[in-house]
């Protein structure tokens, strides 16, 4: 099996600059994936051609029937599935260094600025050097989980395509005319109980990755939401503070319908014949 230190130590650095489910994915990737398929899933298909047996002499068929039923190897597939999905995040993981060396220039630029001239201020990184998701960086990061899903469904969808049912049957029958005789032959894998079982474990992982990429997703929206609900507020807040009352004994008034001055409302106009009618009917109560 190849060595994968390589790829792990890559991957590793993406932890820093992901979320808390991205952290959890880069977990399952390489505990139930990478770690599986170099421990276990290597040895079982070890044997896969050396046990492999065809009841035909004939000289060719045993060749041609497994290169039918096994188009490819299943670890082999497995290897180019983990290839291809870890490949969107190595491309975030290029995006965020680019943008992490160039803000580093900033805040020396800030640093060294002595003149008092306008310096423009790192955006995507804190004091710390920590990525913050957002702007371009969560563009980048959202087009890499949608990436990912669509190369994890894709893979699993074209296992079933290449190699037909999760179930590995014990011996099968090649109706493969030539090389083979013309009534064919039956060929027998060997461990099958144990080869489907792995293949099972690898499709549920496989969904469990697709399940926590459409948590992120999610995830990743409803921060964004929330995070633009907190500024718009913020705006609101700063707006209202700015207005001040016409009259100081209003501010309590005020401050209690958002900030705007309450006025008193204008007296009406009594006339005189206005206050007779009310005269004639305190005498009329009187009587």
């Not at 790829?7 to 505990?31: D, E, R």
């Not at 992490?100 to 002595?114: C, F, P, S, V």
Request: aromatic letters at 14%; hydrophobic letters at 40%; a positive charge.
């Amino acid at each position: 099996m190849s060595d994968w230190s390589y790829l792990s130590a890559l991957l590793h650095k993406v932890q820093s600059h992901s979320t808390v489910v991205g952290k959890i994915w880069m977990s399952v990737l390489f505990l139930f994936r990478i770690f599986v398929l170099g421990a276990a899933a290597d040895k079982v298909w070890d044997d896969e051609v050396s046990e492999f047996y065809c009841d035909s002499l004939e000289p060719g068929c045993e060749h041609a029937c497994y290169n039918k039923r096994f188009p490819i190897s299943y670890v082999h597939y497995w290897v180019l599935q983990i290839t291809f999905v870890s490949t969107p995040t190595l491309f975030y993981l290029g995006h965020a260094v680019h943008i992490i060396h160039k803000e580093k220039r900033m805040k020396a630029q800030l640093q060294g600025n002595t003149d008092g001239n306008i310096v423009k201020r790192p955006k995507y990184t804190d004091e710390r050097g920590k990525v913050k998701i957002k702007g371009i960086l969560f563009c980048t990061y959202m087009t890499q989980l949608f990436f990912k899903i669509l190369l994890e469904v894709g893979f699993s969808v074209g296992q079933f395509y290449i190699f037909g049912g999760i179930f590995m049957e014990t011996y099968f029958h090649c109706n493969i005319s030539r090389p083979c005789a013309h009534i064919g032959a039956y060929c027998y894998i060997s461990r099958p109980t144990e080869k489907t079982i792995l293949i099972f474990f690898m499709l549920v992982v496989s969904g469990i990755s697709v399940l926590l990429n459409i948590i992120e997703v999610i995830y990743l929206l409803c921060k964004k939401r929330r995070s633009s609900r907190k500024r718009f507020l913020a705006q609101q807040h700063a707006l209202t503070s700015h207005e001040s009352p016409s009259n100081p004994e209003w501010g309590p008034t005020s401050s209690r319908y958002g900030g705007f001055p309450l006025f008193p409302l204008p007296a009406q106009h009594v006339t005189d014949s206005d206050e007779k009618h009310t005269d004639c009917i305190s005498k009329e109560k009187d009587t």
